[in-house]
């Protein structure tokens, strides 16, 4: 929203960062069940990188293992790369369970007709919505999600109140701030989104302990 009828035009964009959640109880959510990432989640984070430059089947995406260069230049330490061959759906969901961050560059796709089938395309099938709706990593406080692939917050267009897509699976999952597209993200743009938004977010760790609440601000950024 704003003027843009010349470049010294005030946009909202200029006074508000922004950020979403699908439904209040999201907003509300915290982990029943502690979890050892919550008390021992190291500093900085162990971040799990997942790429997928050649799914088969699919357009190639070389770019993503530039993002994943981007994120292994923040955190150089703390960061497990699968891609490829071995970024299969077992092996990222189990990935998941001892890493607070994850990062997603990859296939996207919003199914309409079934929301419940929107997925992540990892090398050996559909990371779906569902499966990860009914995985529970407890993580609430820390967990931060980057869905660097298309359409990850597109809702179905019949079920405009419905908060049926593959974000919203994300903080079911238990990650407290998700990252995520409403449109198709180019494969160029992408590795330029990530090298922004990490180094915003690490020089924002270096300053204040509560990493999480500026998620939205290294995407501002």
Same mark, same amino acid.
């Given at each position: 929203a704003g003027l843009y009828s010349s470049e010294a035009s005030q946009k909202v964009f200029d006074f508000v960062v922004s950020s979403y959640t699908p439904t209040v109880s999201m907003l509300l959510h915290t982990p029943k069940l502690p979890n050892k990432l919550l008390t021992e989640h190291p500093s900085p984070p162990n971040v799990l990188i997942v790429t997928q430059p050649d799914t088969p089947g699919y357009s190639r995406l070389p770019g993503t293992l530039n993002e994943a260069a981007h994120v292994q230049r923040v955190f150089p330490d703390t960061c497990t790369h699968l891609t490829g061959a071995q970024a299969t759906i077992e092996a990222v969901?189990? $990935? %998941? /369970?001892? !890493?607070?961050?994850? !990062?997603?560059?990859?296939?996207?796709?919003?199914? #309409?007709?079934?929301?419940? /089938? #929107?997925?992540? %395309?990892?090398?050996?099938?559909?990371?779906?919505?569902?499966?990860? %709706?009914?995985? #529970?990593?407890?993580?609430? &406080? *820390?967990?931060? $999600? &980057?869905? #660097?692939?298309?359409?990850?917050?597109?809702?179905? &267009?019949?079920?405009?109140? *419905?908060a049926v897509h593959l974000a919203a699976g994300m903080l079911s999952v238990g990650y407290k701030s998700v990252i995520a597209t409403m449109w198709s993200i180019g494969d160029e743009d992408a590795p330029v989104v990530a090298d922004t938004f990490y180094s915003s977010l690490r020089e924002y760790a270096e300053n204040t302990e509560h990493t999480k609440s500026r998620a939205a601000y290294a995407l501002h950024d």
């Open positions: 969901l189990e $990935a %998941m /369970k001892t !890493h607070a961050w994850i !990062h997603l560059a990859c296939h996207g796709i919003q199914n #309409s007709g079934d929301p419940a /089938k #929107s997925a992540f %395309m990892l090398y050996d099938g559909h990371l779906a919505l569902g499966r990860l %709706m009914r995985t #529970s990593l407890g993580r609430g &406080v *820390e967990g931060i $999600a &980057v869905l #660097s692939a298309c359409q990850t917050a597109a809702g179905d &267009v019949a079920l405009p109140e *419905e």
